[in-house]
């Protein structure tokens, strides 16, 4: 995964960067049970990219 500079990534980037089907990172948004809890700004969900590091590191949150 290309390190941005923006601490928040948006939902799609993180499918890519777990290599996860968009559906399951929008069923951990909506439903929880994710290993990682998203960021909601106003309707929007955007995602710590720190926390979709150490993911992508072996650990979660």
Same mark, same amino acid.
């Given at each position: 995964? *290309?390190?941005? *500079?923006?601490?928040?990534?948006? *939902?799609?980037?993180? %499918? $890519? %960067?777990?290599r996860l089907a968009h559906a399951t990172i929008r069923s951990w948004s909506a439903h929880g049970g994710?290993?990682?809890?998203?960021?909601?700004?106003? *309707?929007?969900?955007?995602?710590?990219? $720190?926390?979709? $590091?150490?993911?992508? %590191?072996?650990? %979660?949150?």
């Amino acid at each position: 995964m *290309s390190t941005g *500079s923006h601490p928040l990534m948006k *939902s799609h980037e993180v %499918a $890519e %960067a777990l290599r996860l089907a968009h559906a399951t990172i929008r069923s951990w948004s909506a439903h929880g049970g994710g290993p990682i809890k998203p960021v909601k700004i106003g *309707s929007r969900v955007f995602w710590n990219r $720190e926390d979709v $590091e150490r993911l992508l %590191a072996g650990g %979660a949150q």
